[in-house]
C-alpha cells in the first residue's frame, strides 16, 4: 500500500507521522469515509470548487484558511486544542488532581459510549442535509451548507481519532459503525433523535444550525471539561468551528424573517395566507418550526434526573458548560428542584441531587443561549411596526424524553386536555400542509448576486468578500 503523506492527507497536530499503529487504522477507515460521504454527503455536488475555510493548525492563522477546494478533497485534518500545562481535574471527586493522557480502565466504556455518542451526530448531520444543495436559496447559502457539512466530517474525524488512538479493537469497531449508522434508517438509526429527523428544507436547516448545532456547543463544552484530556482539547478545538454554525442559523432565520417584514409591507397585510401567497413565509409558520426544532434539541440533553449524568460528573468524566464559572466544583450536598406532571394535572416541583440534574443544569444554560437570537428577531418585527413576537415554547412542550415526555403541554407550559393537545397541535407544530407550502418555496438559485424570493440577501460575504461572490464554481 502506498504511504500516505499525512502531514498533506490529513493536517494533524497529534503526530500521526510517528505512530505507525494509528496510521494503519487511519488507513483503513479513510477510505469507508471516502466512500461514505460519495455516497451520503451533498448530493451532486462532488466536482465542484467550493470556496472552503479548512483547518490546517490550531493557531490563529492556520484554522481558518480560505480557498476553493472540492470536497472529497478536502482535508478532514485532525487537530487537538493546544495542551495546557499541569491542567487539572476541574470537577467531581477526582478535583484538583491531575487529568488523564490515557484513558482509565475503570471508565473505558462509559467514555467510549460518549465519544461514539458525540461521533455518531456528525455524520448524521451531514446525511439529513444530504439534499439541500439542490434548492439552495443563494449561491453563497450553498457554500455556507457545505462549510457545516465539510467540518461536520471533521468532527466525525476528531471523535474518530480518539477511538483509534485510546481504545483498541473496539475502538475501530465503533468507528466502522459510525459510517454504518444512516439517519432515519428504519434498521439502524442514528444514536440521538433528532439526528434522525428529515431536514428536507432550508427553513429546517436554518432551524437544525440554529438550535441543534447549539445542543453540540453545550455538549462539546461540557465535554472540554472532561479529565480525557485529549477528548477535552479536542471538544475546545471543535468549538472554534461550531460558532459559524450556529452564525449560519442565526442570520438565515433572521434573513427570513426581514424578507417576511418586507412582503408585509408590500401587500399592507399580515394574513398568513397573504403573505403565502405573495411568496413569503409566515410569521406563524416559523414560530411553528420553532416549536418543533427546539423542542426535538432539547430532548438531547437526556432526562432531568439522571445517574449516568451523576456518575460522569462524579468521576470527573463530563462536567458543566463553563464549570470555571461555578463556585463550588464538588456539587454534593446541593438539590436542585425541577418541575414535573404530578399525575393528577398539575405541577409539582422535586429537589433532585445536584449531580443527577446535570443534564437539566446544561439544558437551563442552552434555553437562555437560544434566547439571543430572539430578541434581534424581535427587534426586527418590532421596527417594522408589527405587534407578532416569536418565542421560545416551554421547555415542557412536546417533550418525549424525560419527565415532561409524552405529556399534553402548550407552549406556555401549561398541562391541558389530551383532547386538546390533540385538536390544538396543527397550530403549534408544522402540518403536512406547511411542509408542502415550505417545499414549493424550495427552487435552486445559484446566479452570484440572485437570491430566492423568500429570503433577504445576506448582509456581508464570506472571508471578507462581497456577499455576490461565486462562491461556487460548477464546472
Ligand atoms: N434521543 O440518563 P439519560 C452535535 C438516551 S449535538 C435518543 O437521560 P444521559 C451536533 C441516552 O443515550 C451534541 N436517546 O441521558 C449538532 C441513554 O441511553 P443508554 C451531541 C436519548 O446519558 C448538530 C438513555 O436515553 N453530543 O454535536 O445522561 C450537527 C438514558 O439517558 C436521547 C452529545 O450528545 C435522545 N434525545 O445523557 C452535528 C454528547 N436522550 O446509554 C453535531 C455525548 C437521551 O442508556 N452524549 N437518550 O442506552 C451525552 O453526553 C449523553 O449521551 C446525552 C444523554 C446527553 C445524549
Ligand atoms: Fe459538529
Ligand atoms: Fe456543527
Known amino acids: 500500500m502506498a504511504t500516505l503523506n499525512y502531514q498533506e492527507l490529513i493536517p494533524n497536530n497529534v503526530d500521526l507521522g510517528g505512530n505507525r499503529q494509528l496510521q494503519r487504522a487511519l488507513e483503513h477507515w479513510q477510505p469507508r469515509f471516502i466512500s461514505w460521504w460519495k455516497e451520503l454527503g451533498p448530493e451532486r455536488y462532488q466536482g465542484a470548487d467550493v470556496y472552503l475555510r479548512t483547518a490546517t493548525s490550531v493557531d490563529i492563522k492556520g484554522w ?35 487529568v488523564w493522557q490515557q484513558v482509565p480502565a475503570d471508565f473505558r466504556s462509559v467514555l467510549r459510549r460518549l465519544i461514539v455518542t458525540q461521533g455518531d451526530t456528525e455524520p448524521a448531520s451531514v446525511e439529513q442535509q444530504r439534499l439541500l444543495g439542490l434548492t439552495a436559496p443563494s449561491l453563497y447559502d450553498l457554500r455556507n451548507l457545505f ?25 475501530r469497531e465503533e468507528a466502522e459503525e459510525l459510517l454504518a449508522r444512516h439517519s432515519g434508517d428504519a434498521d439502524k438509526p ?33 465535554l472540554a471539561e472532561s479529565a480525557f484530556d485529549p477528548l477535552a482539547r479536542s471538544c475546545r478545538f471543535m468549538l472554534t468551528e461550531e460558532a459559524y454554525h450556529m452564525h449560519v442559523g442565526e442570520n438565515g432565520i433572521g434573513r427570513i424573517v426581514r424578507r417576511t417584514l ?18 413569503a413565509i409566515d410569521l406563524a409558520t416559523i414560530q411553528r418550526y420553532v416549536n418543533f426544532w427546539f423542542s426535538s434539541s432539547l430532548d438531547l440533553f437526556g432526562s432531568e434526573q439522571s445517574s449516568n449524568a451523576a456518575t460522569s460528573f462524579a468521576n470527573g468524566i463530563k462536567g458543566r458548560p463553563d464549570e470555571a464559572t461555578f463556585d463550588d466544583h464538588l456539587a454534593i450536598d446541593k438539590v436542585w428542584e425541577i418541575d414535573a406532571p404530578d399525575g393528577a394535572g398539575g405541577i409539582r416541583l422535586d429537589a433532585v441531587p445536584l449531580r443527577n440534574a446535570m443534564n437539566e443544569v446544561t439544558r437551563r444554560a442552552f434555553i437562555a443561549d437560544c434566547e439571543t437570537g430572539f430578541v434581534r428577531w424581535n427587534r426586527l418585527i418590532e421596527k417594522a411596526g408589527y405587534q407578532a413576537r416569536l418565542s421560545l415554547p416551554s421547555g415542557r412542550f412536546r417533550r418525549a424524553i424525560g419527565v415532561w415526555a409524552n405529556q399534553p403541554v402548550a407552549p406556555d407550559g401549561a ?10 397541535k396543527a397550530g403549534w407544530l408544522p402540518s403536512e400542509a406547511d411542509g408542502a407550502f415550505i417545499r414549493s418555496l424550495m427552487r435552486q438559485v445559484v446566479e452570484p448576486g440572485k437570491v430566492a424570493g423568500w429570503i433577504a440577501p445576506p448582509g456581508r460575504g464570506v472571508d471578507h468578500l462581497p456577499a455576490d461572490y461565486e462562491y461556487v464554481k460548477f464546472h
Open 64 to 98: 481558518a484558511t480560505y480557498g476553493y477546494v472540492k470536497m472529497p478533497e478536502y482535508r478532514w485534518g485532525i487537530f487537538l486544542a493546544e495542551q495546557e500545562p499541569d491542567r487539572r481535574i476541574g470537577f467531581g471527586d477526582f478535583y484538583g488532581q491531575p
Open 147 to 171: 462549510q457545516v457539512n465539510v467540518e461536520e466530517g471533521r468532527h466525525l474525524w476528531a471523535m474518530v481519532y480518539l477511538l483509534h488512538a485510546h481504545f483498541g479493537r473496539d475502538g
Open 262 to 279: 418586507e412582503v408585509m409591507k408590500e401587500i399592507g397585510s399580515e394574513d398568513p395566507d397573504a403573505v403565502r401567497r405573495a411568496g
Open 190 to 222: 442514528r444514536i440521538l433523535g433528532t439526528f434522525n429527523e428529515p431536514i428536507s428544507d432550508w427553513l429546517s436547516f436554518f432551524m437544525f444550525t440554529y438550535f441543534t448545532d447549539r445542543d453540540g456547543k453545550y455538549q462539546l463544552k461540557s
Open 415 to 424: 398541562i391541558i386536555p389530551r383532547e386538546a393537545w390533540e385538536a390544538r
